[in-house]
Each structure stands twice: as structure tokens, then as C-alpha cells.
């Protein structure tokens, strides 16, 4: 046995799972779909004395549309972002992401809600909820408080999640139909995290961009949205773009890290060219009428 | 479900009751034990192996509830009340193997044998959800689990021919 010893506990639904936390503070640690987690125990790098495991929470798993918004459960499995037509058709950028994380074995256990609280800024799903400004709604021991994605991730690793609080939904705006979205990424082999990647969706109305959103995967230390130049990009002409350039300014100002793979110099560099990649595939897609 | 919402401390033993290759099995663990190593030291269903133990090899792939999973990263207490299917449980004896365990062994899909029965598992499932798999679906499918010796192409060709056989019946 490689993890150290915890003791064990599995709530039936959101009140207990939330008192849990509150009774046990520090010493606890939620346990959803293990994939990140169980190996940092494995390896001792995490050691839980409690471990709270909410895959028999009720009602946290699955999707549901909701005032122009796709609700998905936290323990939603990256399969079901992957294969449930409802989240194809209402968030498509979820949908093409997922199977970019880890291998399909990893995706049948692996949930979103996990990975959102694990905030790996170099995961795919952080920086699908920061492009498209997703909502987070935490449950803690007095109620429900909803966290913007902007404020939700802190920094490395840290979210706005209190020890009491759990994760119990992602609230992701639905665009319109028509829009284009793609996913771009650089890894060393294919499950492994990415060096760099970038998301995008993007809206067209008679030929100039009306609605435009880019996330930038394991550009810093958490996952970044291109603020600048979504706004500069808003109201200019699709076909016009010099979309090399549009990479290098979404890029510009970032500090990606440097590791035995790649240092910050080439991260910046693979960071702009799949921008300009992920932009082109997403204006090729939404109808420009 | 009682006894599962229960709180236990550190280093308590917790009744599991699972169901294994279609046998209702019961266990004793800590909360801390693996599936995996439950399978093996528990079950003495050792035809599970142990690689790198952090879920990167996928030499303990096992089907839970369906789905196959690395028990290395599944605590045997969430198995409660789950359905487990290991590489023991896919063929009765030498003779009824399945087609994907019949392929491997006619295609080179295995030299040392200590990563096959996760191979079989994951490719058990994934001809399950995709019959009719093309050669980059087949490598993707392929890519969460490691081989030391073959070199991966007799793996390939093995998948491809039990996709085949198993759409032909």
C-alpha cells in the first residue's frame, strides 16, 4: 500500500459532504474522480489524514441547460463531456477538449469538477471554463456562493475553494449556434499534459467578429484569457485578420514556465502559434453571414 | 449503504462487498488499499499487474462497472457495490479464449506478457464502444498503456484482426 493512511468517508449528498468539511477543516481532502490526486498520494506528495469522497454525492453528476447556460455537475466524467450530445451541441468547445485529457481510461474516471479544483493551469478544461467565463458554484456549511472562473483560480494549484466548500457545478454560457470553436495543442506524446495550447470561440456577423474568446493552456500559473485582444479583435473583419500576429499579442506579456521540455522562450512561441491555429480552425467554422 | 457513509479513522479496516468476475466477493481493506492491490492480495487475483503504481502504465487496467479504469488509481472501499471484470474473469479456460485475447496471441501482440492484461482489458473495451476502428483511432486507443518489448505493432496488428473477426460474427 503507497498512500499513507486516511480515514474515509462517503457523503450521500451535498449537506453531509459539506458538514464533513466543516468538522474536519485542514486534515480533509474531497476525492472525485482520483485521477489527479490518488497518484500525488501514491507518491506521498499528498497526504490526506481524511479523504472525503463524493462520488455518491446525489445529484452531482450530469448535465442540464438552464437559462442559456449548460449546468454540468462536478462529478461529470471527461467521457460524458466527450460523448453527451447535449454538451456537443450547447458547449462545443467542452466536447473537443475532452479528448485531449490523458487517455480514455483516465476520461472514464476523471470529472470535471476534479479537474476545475485541481487547477492545473497546463490541463485543457481551466482554460475551457476562463475563455468562456464560466460560473462556479461552491457549496459550503451556510449555503451556495457562485465565483466567476476569473476569480475562481488563484494561483499554482490554489483556487477560491475554502476547505469547507465544494464544488458542485459549472454554469458555461451557451453561444449561439453557428459560432466556431477549436482546440489547438502541443504535447510531447498525445495524454500527456500540454507544453502549450490555446482554446477559442469565435461569433460572426456579416464578415466582422461579434463575440470572440481565447484561452491560453500552460502559459502561466494559472489558465489565461487574452482579454486585450479579444477586445481589439471585436468588431474587425474576419477575412483582414493577420492572424499571426493576432497569436503573438495574446501571448505577449505572458510569462510561461521553463522546464526540462521547454523553456519559456519556445512555450511563448508554440503558445502563439496554436492562437493563430485554434482562431483559424474556429473562423472557418462559424458562419460569417 | 450504510456502513459506507460511515466515518472511519486512519488504519480501520472497512467491509467491502463487490462483485468480481460474476462472484459476489466480500473484503476487509483499508481505506487506503488499491482495487489493484485488493484484486491481487485480497482475491489472489494476481492476473492483474502492478507497474508503475501512479497511473501511468496501465498494467492494472481492469473493467469497473463496464468501464475500463487503472485500479492503481481506484481505492478498493469506492468499489462498493460495484462490478469488477479482471483478465481472469474474460475466458473460462485455454480453450474459450476471447477474440481479442485469440489476437494477441496470433499477431506477436505480447513478448514478456507482463503489460498483455491491460492491453486486453483496455482493447476489450475500447472494440466494445468502437468496433470498427481506424489505424489512428487504433493508436490512440492503444496510447494508455505501455509495452516494454513488442515495439507495439504486433499490438496494433492484433486489434485490427479482432476488430475484424469480432465484426464478421
Known amino acids: ?7 474515509y468517508h462517503a457523503p450521500a449528498d451535498v449537506a453531509e459532504a459539506t458538514a464533513l468539511l466543516s468538522e474536519l477543516g485542514d486534515d480533509a481532502k474531497v476525492l472525485a474522480g482520483g485521477q489527479s490526486l490518488v497518484p500525488m498520494m ?66 472514464n474516471r476523471g470529472t470535471l469538477g476534479g479537474s476545475l479544483a485541481h487547477a492545473d493551469a497546463a490541463a485543457e478544461l481551466p482554460a475551457v471554463a476562463r475563455a468562456l467565463d464560466a460560473e462556479f458554484e461552491l457549496a459550503g456549511p451556510d449555503g451556495t456562493r ?11 494549484f490554489t483556487t477560491a475553494l475554502e476547505p469547507d466548500e465544494l464544488l458542485v457545478a459549472v454554469r458555461f454560457p451557451i453561444w449561439r449556434p453557428r459560432s466556431g470553436f477549436a482546440v489547438a495543442e502541443v504535447a510531447r506524446r498525445h495524454g500527456d499534459f500540454a507544453l502549450a495550447g490555446a482554446v477559442c470561440g469565435v461569433q460572426v456577423d ?77 473562423l472557418k467554422e462559424a458562419d460569417h453571414g | 449503504m450504510a456502513e459506507i457513509t460511515a466515518t472511519q479513522d486512519a488504519g480501520t479496516e472497512m467491509e467491502v462487498a463487490l462483485t468480481v468476475n460474476g462472484e459476489a466477493r466480500r473484503v476487509r481493506v483499508e481505506p487506503r488499499k488499491t482495487l489493484a492491490d485488493t484484486l491481487r492480495e485480497d482475491l489472489g487475483l494476481t492476473g492483474t499487474h502492478l507497474g508503475c503504481e501512479h497511473g501511468v502504465c496501465g498494467a492494472c487496467t481492469v473493467l469497473l462497472d463496464g468501464a ?12 462498493e457495490g460495484a462490478e469488477v471484470t479482471t483478465i481472469e474473469g474474460l475466458a473460462a479456460d485455454a480453450d474459450s479464449l476471447t477474440a481479442v485475447q485469440r489476437a494477441f496471441r496470433e499477431h506477436h501482440g505480447l513478448q514478456c506478457g507482463f503489460c498483455t492484461p491491460g492491453f486486453v482489458l483496455s482493447v476489450t ?26 515495439g507495439y505493432q504486433g ?10 473477426e469480432m465484426g464478421r460474427r
Open chain 1, 42 to 107: 501514491a507518491l506521498r506528495l499528498a497526504r490526506p489524514e481524511q479523504v472525503v469522497d463524493v462520488n455518491r454525492v446525489a445529484g452531482l453528476g450530469g448535465v442540464r441547460r438552464e437559462n442559456g447556460t449548460l449546468v454540468v455537475g462536478a462529478t461529470t466524467r471527461h467521457v460524458a463531456l466527450e460523448r453527451d450530445p447535449v454538451v456537443a451541441a450547447a458547449v462545443p468547445l467542452l466536447a473537443r477538449a475532452a479528448p485531449y485529457i490523458g487517455h480514455f481510461q483516465i476520461r
Open chain 2, 155 to 164: 499490438i496494433i496488428r492484433a486489434v485490427k484482426a479482432a476488430a475484424e
Open chain 1, 1 to 7: 500500500m503507497k498512500p499513507a493512511p486516511f480515514g
Open chain 2, 125 to 150: 473495451a475500447f472494440l466494445r464502444d468502437n468496433p470498427a476502428p481506424g489505424e489512428e483511432e487504433i493508436r490512440d486507443g492503444l496510447s494508455g498503456n505501455l509495452c516494454r518489448c513488442t
Open chain 1, 146 to 156: 457562485r465565483v466567476a472562473a476569473a476569480a475562481f483560480f488563484r494561483t499554482l
Open chain 1, 206 to 282: 456579416a464578415g466582422r467578429i461579434s463575440r470572440v474568446a481565447i484561452g491560453l493552456i500552460g502559459m502561466g500559473s494559472v489558465p489565461l484569457r487574452a482579454e486585450a485582444v479579444e477586445r481589439s479583435l471585436t468588431g474587425s473583419e474576419a477575412a483582414a485578420l493577420d492572424l499571426d500576429d493576432v497569436g503573438a499579442q495574446a501571448v505577449a506579456g505572458t510569462d510561461p514556465p521553463s522546464d526540462v521540455h521547454a523553456g519559456t522562450h519556445y512555450r511563448a512561441k508554440v503558445g502563439a502559434a496554436l492562437v493563430a491555429r485554434a482562431l483559424s480552425t474556429a
Open chain 2, 68 to 79: 475500463a479504469v487503472r485500479a492503481c488509481l481506484v481505492f478498493a472501499v469506492q468499489a
